[in-house]
Each structure stands twice: as C-alpha cells, then as structure tokens.
C-alpha cells in the first residue's frame, strides 16, 4: 500500500489544520510507527502525549525516548490522555471503529492518520536510499560511518533491535532530527513510499 493512501484529509483540509501551540495525542507509542511519530513531532517542536497497552517494562523501544519531553500513559488510554490533547494519530494498523478513536471522535478531538503526518512534515533533508540485494546493511553502515567522521550527524531511529528496511521504518525515519537520511529500502519507488 503507497503510504499517502494511509491520508484520511484532502490536501486543502490538511493545508487549513490549525497546528500552532497544539499537543498530539499518539496511540501506541511502544510500536515502531508510534515511536517514531512522537519522535518526529518533538523534533519539530510540538508537545505530545503518548499512550499505550503495554507497561512500561515491555515498552520495547522507550530507550528512544531519551532527551524527549513526552508523558506516556501505559497500560491503556485513560480519560486524562484525551484532556490533554487536540489531535490523535492512531497506528495505521487500529481499526477505523476501534473504542478508543470513538472516545476522542466524542471529546471532538481530530485524528490525524499516517499517511497525513507524512503530507505534514515532510523530509527537510537530503535523503540517501540503498537498495538491492546484497550488501544494503553495510553500505548503510559505512556511509553512515563516513558521514560521522566528516561532522554529519545522519538521522537515526534508534529502535534497537530493528533493521532499517522494515515497513514504515525508512519513510519516518527521513522526517527525525538530521543533517542526511541515509537508509536502508526495500522500496520499490512507489511514490509515497519516501
């Protein structure tokens, strides 16, 4: 599926989203996606709140979140998250109708899809893909490698564990703090995909 599928507003309603001084609200910030949309979101200067089925302990990737300011609420989606926030951003894989869109759809508050957030802040760097067959993860390595040595500080998902090339991984990883978005793709250059 191209990644601006996953837009649920028309680039005019998107273009009118009053954005100044708001907190996002994002669901599942213990996955991948939810992770690096909060990420994203601090990076360019908006507060967010985060929440999450899991406990803190199995928050896999909460490390990431070293050096953020983000209050997450684990172990659900308590009635204070939808208080504090003015826009939601589910993960893309939450049912339309799934309780928790409906509660914030009820306290009026907008939901914010993936595929918008990509149309939103879209990468304000250069960006290098490495594909292929063979040998993808080392060149990635390497010219990230090069990269620090000469004082460029790549943008980095910080996701342990986890490979570049993995679903949304590439596409948002080019939207955190960085001089160079080098990454490893899988892309096949469907547009949306980066």
């Not at 893309?92 to 759809?105: G, H």
């Not at 250069?126 to 990230?144: E, F, Q, S």
């Amino acid at each position: 599926m191209n990644s601006l599928e996953l837009s649920s507003m028309s680039d005019e309603e998107l273009a009118s989203l009053d954005l100044e001084n708001k907190t996002f609200g994002v669901i599942g910030v213990c996955g991948v996606v939810g992770n690096l949309v909060a990420r994203i979101l601090m990076d360019r200067g908006y507060s967010v709140v985060g929440t999450d089925i899991s406990s803190k302990e199995d928050c896999r990737f909460y490390s990431s979140f070293e050096g953020y300011d983000i209050e997450i609420f684990f172990g659900g989606h308590p009635e204070e998250f939808f208080k504090k926030i003015d826009f939601i951003v589910p993960p893309p894989s939450m049912p339309k109708n799934a309780k928790v869109l409906k509660l914030a759809s009820d306290e009026g508050i907008k939901v914010i899809e993936l595929g918008d957030i990509f149309k939103l802040f879209t990468p304000e760097k250069p960006v290098m893909c490495i594909g292929g067959t063979n040998g993808k993860t080392t060149t990635t390595t390497l010219l990230k490698h090069i990269a620090y040595s000469a004082g460029i500080s790549p943008c980095e998902h910080n996701l342990k564990g986890m490979q570049g090339n993995n679903e949304f991984i590439p596409s948002l990883q080019t939207r955190l703090n960085g001089d160079l978005a080098i990454l490893e793709t899988g892309t096949d250059g469907t547009p949306g995909g980066l």
